[in-house]
């Protein structure tokens, strides 16, 4: 049974992999080294551990595209180095509450990008030069600003859970055709949202004396 199986895995590594892998768990890394191969387009798992998310960059993903990794209560993964030289259109990173830095994911040319649950991150300036067709962001409860947002002009914005964040005005010029915006607790006044203009949008979570003048924007009807 081992040997049939070893054949199998052997096959399916010379044939490029899988176009399609996902894990409710980390598989072992010599299980999953034969299954990511240049076929590999989109690989997701759930509940990650520190020892595979190291070895992430020793498989053959030149030819991902669209990445989702899930961390549990017990994550110890503290860098994101090991994806840093991915060459990934989509990236989706929930719960990495040690992470204390974006940098290893500057160089990437990413079209799409949601990251959730960053307890440890103090700034947003590797995010600064991409142009994002999606951007979702959850959960920095120690991101002050979104003054590194100011310059990106994403089709789809999606920010929640900022509690230290006091102003929207670096979203000025944004015109995202899609916008969400929640739980954002400390928002003094929505004016700067005033040309946006969004085609789809939710606004939701706010406090309620701010709510009362989301009638003011132009482009908000009272549902």
Avoid at 55 to 78: A, D, S, V, W
Avoid at 170 to 195: A, G, Q, T, V
Wanted: hydrophobic share 40%; proline share 7%; net charge positive.
């Amino acid at each position: 049974m081992r040997w049939s199986r070893a054949l199998t895995l052997q096959s399916i590594k010379d044939n490029g992999g899988l176009e399609t892998l996902f894990f409710k768990k980390s598989p072992p890394f010599d299980v999953l080294n034969y299954l990511v191969g240049e076929r590999t387009r989109s690989l997701t798992i759930y509940n990650i551990d520190e020892n595979l998310f190291e070895k992430l960059q020793f498989l053959n993903t030149y030819q991902l595209k669209n990445l989702k990794l899930r961390g549990h209560p017990h994550n110890k993964i503290k860098s994101l180095e090991p994806l840093r030289n991915m060459h990934l259109k989509s990236l989706i990173l929930f719960y990495f509450p040690e992470v204390k830095s974006l940098e290893p994911l500057r160089e990437m040319n990413l079209e799409n990008i949601s990251l959730s649950i960053f307890s440890n991150v103090t700034c947003l300036r590797p995010l600064q030069q991409f142009y994002f067709k999606s951007l979702h962001l959850s959960n920095f409860p120690k991101i002050k600003s979104f003054n590194m947002l100011r310059e990106l002009r994403p089709e789809s914005l999606n920010l929640e859970y900022f509690d230290n964040v006091f102003s929207l005005e670096p979203l000025r010029e944004m015109r995202p055709k899609n916008l969400s915006l929640k739980h954002l607790e400390n928002i003094s006044s929505f004016e700067p949202l005033r040309e946006m203009h969004p085609v789809k949008y939710t606004i939701k979570f706010f406090p309620p004396i701010i709510i009362q003048t989301l009638q003011t924007l132009p482009w908000y009807k009272i549902e």
